[in-house]
């Protein structure tokens, strides 16, 4: 277990729990899991996104997908060194020292870039999805979580815009951009059911999470207002079987992760 | 707003000031104090206590200013210093002093335009091209050279330009 640093200009300068929020707060073990759950959703679409850098369709699509990647980094940051409060391990130990199986994030967020249409439909899934759960989350009684999620949701709110103005111009832009983006809405439907599954662990945390299925409601209204101004239709697709949240991957999550974490694991405590 | 969190007490205002001096690194114009960035300054018999907040989540720069900030204390004589990072409340825009878009201004960047809104509609102010002053201005990007910035371009001098975005 190493506690230094890969990301930090100096090593063992990871966030400590105690940086975040209220100073020296130990997350209970069932708070802990729930925020770890955040964390690796933002953690691994983040590192998603980052491989669009130099990539994408065009220069300000690069800067904006970046973005986007380091509001997520930053989300996934706090939330980490949250959830590594109740045992003791930094942010670091846990992004780069789990395996693929002790990762809790939904299968939405490990699916391959595919080309550009297809990370926008993965983009407004979550980006929609995240929105709508961090406004609830700023009411949760935890006060560690209450914080962080009143920081994201504006963020998001700004990844929002981008997803759905993509989601219009592909849509009602060119027959092939259409096509394109027809073939993205179908090929990320079945792995949205996974976002809004309620569980135990989330039911015993109470007013602390908030339930995924009572974010549902929200999210068809605002995704099928925008479908209705794209001219999409919303696809009608059995949902992917998931398990996610208990460490049950689809193929490309190791690879995801093998990338990832190499650097960290050939190197410990190396830092730029 | 201006610099309303500055403490009353003697001790802590000297800290505060000296902490205050710390310019955000990739806003050199701007300190801490004017994006108000720096919220709380304690000072106890053994050390210096100050609180940052993050502009947004993954701001890089706050690694940078926590170090800037041990350093100035430390050259000013504070050798105990500890920088805390707090989330909430979370920063706004409106935070931002007068003095700090102003100087926002003149360095070429336009300062935020109107205030946070709250919820999902934001009415489009318009925004001030820093180099001529037209209003004949367009977003050319909404995610610019930082997390904070837009960027934009003016209509009547044609100079592309950084904006500060209101959050």
Request: charged letters at 20%; a negative charge; aromatic letters at 8%.
């Amino acid at each position: 277990m190493s506690s230094d640093s890969a990301t930090r200009i100096t090593p063992g300068n990871a966030l400590r729990p105690e940086d975040i929020a209220a100073a020296g707060t130990r997350a209970e073990p069932d708070t802990a899991a729930y925020a770890l759950r955040l964390g690796d959703d933002a953690l691994v679409l983040a590192q998603r996104l980052g491989w669009w850098i130099s990539r994408a369709p065009e220069l300000e699509e690069d800067v904006a997908l970046g973005n986007i990647a380091l509001d997520l980094i930053g989300h996934a940051r706090s939330f980490l060194s949250y959830a590594g409060s109740a045992d003791g391990r930094t942010e670091d130990d846990l992004a780069y020292w789990r395996q693929e199986t002790e990762f809790r994030s939904v299968h939405l967020v490990e699916q391959p870039n595919g080309d550009f249409a297809r990370t926008i439909a993965r983009q407004l899934v979550v980006s929609f999805y995240q929105f709508e759960l961090y406004g609830a989350l700023q009411h949760s009684t935890d006060p560690t979580l209450s914080a962080i999620a009143a920081k994201a949701v504006k963020e998001v709110d700004y990844h929002r815009d981008h997803s759905a103005q993509w989601v219009l111009r592909l849509g009602l832009g060119t027959d092939e951009s259409r096509r394109r983006m027809i073939r993205a809405l179908e090929l990320t439907w079945p792995y949205v059911a996974e976002l809004f599954d309620d569980d135990e662990l989330v039911v015993s945390l109470g007013s602390r999470a908030v339930l995924p299925s009572s974010l549902k409601p929200a999210f068809d209204g605002h995704i099928a207002a925008i479908l209705r101004q794209a001219e999409l239709d919303l696809p009608v697709i059995q949902p992917a079987p998931g398990g996610g949240r208990r460490g049950q991957h689809s193929e490309h999550l190791g690879y995801l992760l093998a990338e990832m974490q190499v650097l960290a694991r050939e190197h410990p405590g190396a830092s730029w | 707003m201006e610099s309303s969190l500055r403490p009353a007490d003697p001790a802590a205002a000297a800290a505060w000031d000296v902490a205050a001096t710390v310019c955000d690194p990739e806003i050199p114009v701007l300190t801490i104090e004017d994006l108000g960035v720096l919220r709380r300054v304690e000072v106890t018999d053994a050390q210096v206590q100050v609180a940052i907040t993050p502009t947004y989540s993954g701001c890089p720069a706050m690694d940078a200013i926590r170090q800037d900030v041990t350093a100035a204390l430390g050259a000013a004589g504070y050798p105990r210093v500890q920088v805390s990072l707090e989330l909430a409340p979370a920063w706004t825009t409106d935070w931002m002093s007068s003095a700090g878009k102003a100087k926002l201004d003149a360095y070429g960047i336009a300062p935020p335009s109107g205030r946070a809104a709250v919820g999902p509609v934001r009415v489009g102010l318009s925004v001030k091209c820093p180099q001529c002053s037209s209003l004949n201005t367009r977003e050319l990007t909404r995610f610019g050279s930082t997390s904070c910035k837009a960027l934009w371009v003016c209509g009547d001098c044609r100079e592309p330009f950084d904006y500060f975005k209101v959050l």
